[in-house]
C-alpha cells in the first residue's frame, strides 16, 4: 500500500534553515506528481509545494517563495523541501502528500521561535 514518511522537521530560530525529506512507497513513484502540505494550529491545512512526475514543473504558494525548494530524486522515491530563512508564521505540521492516492504522510512538526 501507499506509504509516506516524513522527516526532518525540528526547532529552528528564525532565518534558519531546515530541510524535510519523504520516503515514498507502495507505488510507482516516478509517475507521480507530490506535493508538501502544512497545518498550522486552528488553520486549514494548506498546500507548501508540489512538483510534478519527472519534477519538470514546480509550483509554490506565494508566501514561500524564493525562500522554499521542492525537488525529488526518483531513484530514490523520495521528495524534498529545503526551507530557508525559516519565519514564526512558518511554525506548522509538514505533510507529505501524493493527490492521485489521496494518501498522507504522518507529520513532521516544524517549529520556528526565538
Known amino acids: 500500500q501507499v506509504q509516506l514518511v516524513e522527516s526532518g522537521g525540528g526547532l529552528v530560530q528564525p532565518g534558519g534553515s531546515l530541510r524535510l525529506s519523504c520516503a515514498a512507497s507502495g507505488f510507482t513513484f516516478r509517475s507521480y506528481t507530490m506535493g508538501w502540505y502544512r497545518q498550522a494550529p486552528g488553520k486549514e491545512r494548506e498546500l507548501v509545494a508540489a512538483?510534478?512526475?519527472?519534477?519538470?514543473?514546480?509550483n509554490y504558494a506565494d508566501s514561500v517563495k524564493g525562500r522554499f525548494t521542492i525537488s525529488r530524486d526518483d531513484a530514490k522515491n523520495t521528495v524534498t523541501l529545503q526551507m530557508n530563512n525559516l519565519k514564526p508564521e512558518n511554525t506548522a505540521v509538514y505533510y507529505c502528500h501524493v493527490s492521485f492516492f489521496n494518501s498522507w504522510g504522518q507529520g513532521t512538526q516544524v517549529t520556528v521561535t526565538s
Open positions: 512538483i510534478t512526475e519527472g519534477g519538470g514543473t514546480t
